[in-house]
């Protein structure tokens, strides 16, 4: 298959799956939460596939990579942020540990994709 867009990466699709699902897992948050963790996580997690997007639009490998650098950063800000929210119970258990399990496969998706984009010698 071509990459014609970032759309046809399927990084990026399932970073979108995982911001989606950050939203839902939000949602249930208490309300006191709204600005406080709640937002947090909903920016980390807008912040991967928005990262991958603007990554691939750069003119070089090297950009590009960067990009995807500054996608895991926000991946492991979210991971930490549903770790806590887990922690504090401020989010149902199982939907953290899927919100989780989707961050972990986007990891690996990042991580083998910036190692396509910057081969280790």
Not at 85 to 101: F, H, M
């Amino acid at each position: 298959m071509t990459v014609r867009s970032y759309r046809d990466l399927v990084v990026w699709q399932k970073s979108m799956s995982l911001a989606v699902e950050a939203y839902r897992l939000t949602r249930r948050m208490p309300k006191q939460e709204e600005f406080r963790m709640a937002s947090q996580i909903i920016r980390a997690a807008a912040s991967v596939p928005a990262n991958i997007a603007e990554g691939h639009g750069r003119g070089t490998r090297k950009d590009y990579a960067h990009f995807i650098s500054i996608a895991r950063g926000s991946l492991s800000e979210v991971e930490t942020f549903v770790l806590l929210a887990k922690r504090l119970e401020l989010a149902e258990a199982e939907r953290c540990d899927a919100v989780l399990e989707l961050a972990s496969e986007v990891g690996r998706m990042l991580t083998a994709l910036r190692n396509r984009l910057v081969p280790r010698t």
